[in-house]
């Protein structure tokens, strides 16, 4: 592939786009697809689909072990997850979460009727500030949810004495944190429970998936009740419960996944490293960095565009990226408190979150993943740097041409 090398050749401006095929944040890995499918086989031979179905009890088996933690029970997304989890901690009225997640942290909250609370992020890690969390908590506050943003842990010790001290639950969304450590312990053993999205865009999958995760065996025991309805036997509801069941065909993507977690960590490992060189040194380009003390799945390879610095917006260099098929997203704008139900709830909200407002604004994300290698990821830092070393010129040509008021690809096209 030819590097481009005046902005004629940005495809914005009319040179032939760097990919033919676009490229996603997240493209699904897939394990070992000979096992993957001996395995579909035999569910089909067996004929057990869902239902606690023997493969699902090996992937809950395999996961606790691989977490370390007393209980894993799968479930069919994230989403779900959260909102058993939620339920099942009996939490109410008032929960304190971030901003600056992606929205189902909210409205797993929100479907139940409990309030999210909007509290500001940490700008160096954008995970919740823990010394912000105080200020929200009112007499009808029960819990509040943490989000291991990025797959990079939250202050879970601040986190635990807080709600140790004011008596709140605890749960963290680690839809982003499988494979991930605090303090060399994998996440998972935190909090009451802890929550991991196994879909198509995580870099481990399930198609659909998910897992609550938890020490605390009364609590384990109610979680697996909900997602089956309340079924505690034959004919026998004991509880209010939800259809929260992975099927067997997840479970078996999940075990042929678990199989090659180590070398998906690793291509993203090596993704991660080489787009640090290459990017590094642009004036106004923050590369979020991974702590090497601690493990973590490198599954976000995140800037942060300071557009004082770089005197292009952030929303110009998506524009640029998109055109050549380089599908940057801005994970997680414009934070939830900006999307309904909560704007119409409370149209203020924005001016307790500083932090979350400024971050929104900066936050890119590329693409990684076995989808990618060196060659995409050195095209993909060429347009990058070739926009910013040409800022000028970049930025007339963006308030003349139509391309500016180009609206930005959205969700839909995500895999
Ligand atoms: C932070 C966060 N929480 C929750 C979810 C929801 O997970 P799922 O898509 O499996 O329902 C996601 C992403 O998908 C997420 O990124």
């Known amino acids: 592939m030819a590097p481009k090398t005046q ?15 676009t490229l996603h944040v997240g493209r699904p890995n897939i394990g070992d697809q000979k096992r993957l499918l001996r395995r579909i086989e035999d569910i089909l031979e067996r004929r057990w689909l869902t239902n606690n179905g023997p ?9 606790a072990e691989l977490l370390r933690v007393k209980h894993c029970v799968a479930v069919c997304n ?36 409990i309030t999210p609370v909007f509290c500001d992020i940490d700008p160096i890690t954008h995970n919740i500030d823990p010394s912000k969390v105080e200020r929200m908590i009112t007499p009808r506050t029960s819990g509040i ?5 990025w797959g990079r842990a939250c ?45 198509a865009t995580k870099f481990f999958n399930t198609f659909e998936g998910g897992a609550v995760v938890t020490n605390n065996d009364e609590l384990a025991t109610t979680i697996r009740l909900m997602k089956n309805f309340g079924f505690a036997g034959y004919d026998n509801v004991i509880y ?35 787009y640090r060189r290459e990017l590094e040194g642009l004036p106004g380009v923050h590369f979020l960095t991974y702590n090497e003390t601690e493990r973590y799945n490198y599954q976000y390879i995140v800037l942060e565009i ?12 998506v524009q640029i990226l998109h055109a050549e098929n380089i599908l940057a997203r801005r994970y997680f704008y414009p934070g939830c408190h900006r999307m309904e139900p909560y704007r119409s709830h409370f149209p203020h909200a924005g001016l307790l979150l ?45 308030e003349s041409s139509w391309a500016s008021r180009e609206p930005l690809r959205g969700l839909a096209e995500d895999m």
């Open 145 to 149: 949810i943490g989000v291991h943003l």
């Open 155 to 199: 202050d879970v010790e601040a986190l635990e004495a807080l709600a140790k001290r004011r008596n709140l639950r605890l749960l963290f969304d680690a839809a982003h944190a499988f494979g991930c450590s605090y303090r060399g312990h994998k996440i998972g053993r935190f909090g009451d429970a802890e929550v991991f999205s196994f879909h």
């Open 354 to 398: 500083p932090e979350t407002e400024r971050v929104a604004e900066r936050v890119l994300s590329l693409p990684t993943g076995t989808a990618i290698g060196p060659e995409e990821i050195r095209a993909i830092c060429n347009i990058i740097r070739l926009a910013l070393q040409n800022v000028e010129a970049v930025n007339m040509r963006l």
């Open 55 to 63: 493969y699902v009890q090996e992937f809950e088996r395999k996961v």
């Open 240 to 274: 209010v419960g939800t259809n929260g069941k992975m099927s067997e065909v997840s479970a078996v993507m999940g075990l042929t996944g678990l199989e090659s977690l180590d070398e998906f960590i690793a291509i993203n490992y090596r993704n991660y490293d080489q």
């Open 78 to 113: 994230g989403t779900m997850g959260l909102e058993i989890a939620i339920r099942a901690l009996a939490l109410t009225g008032e929960v304190v979460v971030p901003a600056f997640t992606f929205v189902a942290t909210a409205h797993a909250l929100q479907w139940q009727e």
């Open 7 to 21: 902005i004629g050749d940005l495809a914005l401006f009319g040179g032939k786009p760097a990919f033919d095929a």
């Open 306 to 317: 300071d557009e004082a610095a770089t005197r292009i917006s952030r929303d110009h260099l």
